[in-house]
């Protein structure tokens, strides 16, 4: 029984029973104890109910109260705001895709070209970029695949993919982790460019070799980066091990097979990769 459900029965009661009725009769009439009673008896005096206590007889109704009040009307049926996905299936979207569909509610999904529309008058207001992936979530628009993730894992706390406040240090860390340095380093490397000790000094990633040991480090035995089960996290470092292997600008480290390995056989994850096949194909 909801509060506001509870109140109006308060209300119901004291309406119907001919004459003042005594506190511990009426708390035993609604099933509550006299605490829970003399609580709700102070909000309804608070929300303009007036209930009158007559000493030596007990509580009694105005009759000018409305049966129910307005202000404890039950509200209107909550409607879920919608998430539109904006993507392309070779792109950093297919980090998103999979926190998605690790979080198992209803979205739509838009794609769009690279140069086209991409960068077209009406996603550019959404994001100046002319990258994907971002989402809108009702009147919120986010960007960026490591914020997306820690949004949505914040939106839809029963899909259990953010750790409790308290527990979140390696949650964090790792996260903004592959966001920041992981990202920077794997870049430079890939463009062939070698920084030298004092610009790797001026680098937030540092050195390269030092990064990775790092991140080996980090899930060496470990089935989940930000704690004791899958977060948001995993979503986002796991998606960079994978496509790194992949496409060669992150070493095949025994750490970091066994750890993805844990990852990519989740059922969210070969969903994702089933649809970017069937998209690939024409279908």
Same mark, same amino acid.
């Given at each position: 029984m909801t509060r506001t459900t509870r109140l109006q029965d308060l209300i119901r009661v =004291?309406? %119907?029973h001919p004459g003042p009725i005594g506190g511990p009769e009426l708390a035993e009439r609604l099933g509550i104890t006299l605490r829970i009673l003399y609580q709700d008896i102070a909000t309804l005096? /608070? #929300?303009? #109910? *007036? #209930? #009158? @206590?007559? $000493?030596?007889?007990g509580y009694v109704l105005p009759p000018e109260i409305a049966l129910? &009040?307005?202000?404890l009307a039950e509200p209107a049926p909550w409607e879920p705001a919608e998430i539109t996905f904006y993507t392309h299936p070779l792109s950093r979207g297919g980090i998103v895709h999979w926190m998605l569909e690790e979080l198992g509610v209803p979205y739509r999904t838009v794609? =769009? *070209?690279?140069?086209?529309?991409?960068?077209?008058?009406? %996603?550019? /207001? =959404? @994001?100046?970029?002319?990258?994907? $992936? /971002?989402?809108?979530?009702?009147d919120v628009v986010v960007t960026e695949a490591a914020a997306i993730c820690a949004y949505l894992a914040d939106a839809f706390p029963e899909a259990g993919l !953010?750790?409790?406040p308290a !527990?979140?240090?390696? %949650?964090?860390?790792?996260?903004? +982790? !592959? !966001?920041? &340095?992981?990202e920077s380093a794997i870049a430079l490397n890939d463009l062939g460019v070698q920084p030298t000790a004092e610009q790797k000094m001026r680098l937030g990633c540092g050195d390269y070799w030092a990064l990775i040991d790092t991140l080996a480090a980090a899930?060496?035995?470990?089935? +989940?980066?930000?704690?004791?089960? +899958?977060?948001a996290a995993d979503v986002y470092v796991g998606s960079h091990l994978g496509w790194g292997m992949h +496409?060669?600008?992150? $070493?095949?480290? &025994?750490?970091? *097979? /066994? %750890?993805? *390995?844990? =990852?990519?056989m989740r059922p969210a994850y070969q969903r994702c990769e089933a649809y970017v096949e069937q998209v690939l194909a024409g279908g």
């Open positions: =004291l309406r %119907y005096r /608070a #929300v303009g #109910v *007036e #209930v #009158v @206590n007559t $000493p030596g007889q129910p &009040p307005a202000a794609i =769009l *070209e690279y140069g086209s529309t991409m960068k077209s008058p009406d %996603y550019l /207001a =959404l @994001n100046p970029m002319g990258k994907v $992936p /971002a989402i809108r979530h009702g !953010a750790p409790s !527990a979140r240090g390696d %949650y964090y860390r790792w996260l903004f +982790f !592959a !966001a920041g &340095p992981l899930v060496e035995g470990k089935p +989940f980066i930000g704690g004791g089960a +899958f977060s +496409f060669g600008t992150i $070493p095949r480290r &025994p750490e970091f *097979e /066994a %750890y993805w *390995e844990g =990852l990519r």
